[in-house]
């Protein structure tokens, strides 16, 4: 498998996955444009997709998802509740294009093997994504107040992670947000912060060397630097040697991470 972190952070998040037989788009929360554009400069078309898999129904997952689907014909895959909560909000999608993916599940499209698990957010049902090909693991985790048990027994061990580090703590009590939105992020169904983040980190590795990628930061709330040095501080206080272990990633809100083996 090879994958792309096209687009992450409070602006928008857009995911890419192929194996060469198969591709697809995990969230559309940019413009088509946008889409497009970082499609180009990975070298790929969303001519091409197999589908499109929704995470949840906020703006930033979801702002092109409809223009997208309508424009290139694209299967979309989402549960239940999230399919009734984008009503409205992504436009006419035509019945043939839209699929059930339920909660808990897995897809098997050719070699690969997609699968689903709750996290906790403040959506109707917010899921993400492991893609398994091969005994190699691709393990998606954004967008969740915390990091239970159970979502780490499913992606642990995988051999890449794009892994939420939304906000750096001190930032956030002292930025500009109402209490009210504070409260919603550092919340069970908000985000996770900087060094949480880390602390799952640490018990989610395998033997085996892992990529992670530092994903869906603040734009308000954090900076590249801080995520990176308040992440390896905490994994190497928990003793995990960064660049041995696990080897850190930037992403960023408008410049597509290379296309990565795993």
């Known amino acids: 498998m090879r994958f792309s972190v096209l687009a992450s952070g409070s602006s928008g998040n857009a ?3 192929e194996n060469g037989k198969h591709s697809f788009l995990v969230d559309a ?5 946008k889409l497009e554009g970082l499609f180009q400069k990975i070298g790929k078309s969303m001519r091409d997709l197999d589908g499109v898999l929704v995470t949840h129904e906020h703006s930033d997952h979801i702002k092109g998802l409809g223009i997208i689907a309508r424009k290139y ?6 549960n239940e509740k999230t399919w009734s909560a984008m009503n409205g909000l992504v436009g006419d999608i035509p019945v043939g294009q839209r699929f059930h993916f339920d909660m808990e599940t897995v897809k098997t499209f050719g070699s690969i093997d997609i699968e689903t698990f709750a996290v906790s957010h403040d959506a109707a049902d917010p899921m993400f994504y492991v ?9 998606l985790i954004t967008d969740t107040g915390y990091v239970s048990d159970r979502m780490k027994g499913i992606i ?15 930032m956030l009590q002292m930025g500009r947000y109402p209490w009210s939105v504070k409260r919603r992020i550092l919340s069970d169904v908000g985000h996770v912060s900087n060094e949480d983040a880390a602390v799952a980190m640490s018990e989610v590795i395998g033997e085996q060397p892992a990529r992670m990628y530092l994903s869906h930061l603040s734009r308000d709330n954090n900076m590249k630097d801080l995520a990176r040095m308040s992440v390896e501080q905490t ?28």
């Open 131 to 139: 893609f398994h090909e091969n005994r190699r693991k691709l393990a």
């Open 15 to 17: 995911i890419y996955v």
């Open 156 to 170: 642990r061990s995988a051999d890449a992670f794009v892994f939420e580090s939304n906000h750096d703590i001190g």
């Open 235 to 262: 994994l190497q206080s928990k003793g995990i040697e960064v660049g041995e272990q696990i080897i850190l990633f930037d992403t960023d809100a408008e410049i597509p991470t290379e296309l990565a083996e795993v």
């Open 29 to 33: 929360g940019l413009s088509g444009r």
């Open 73 to 78: 014909e694209l299967p979309i895959y989402a």
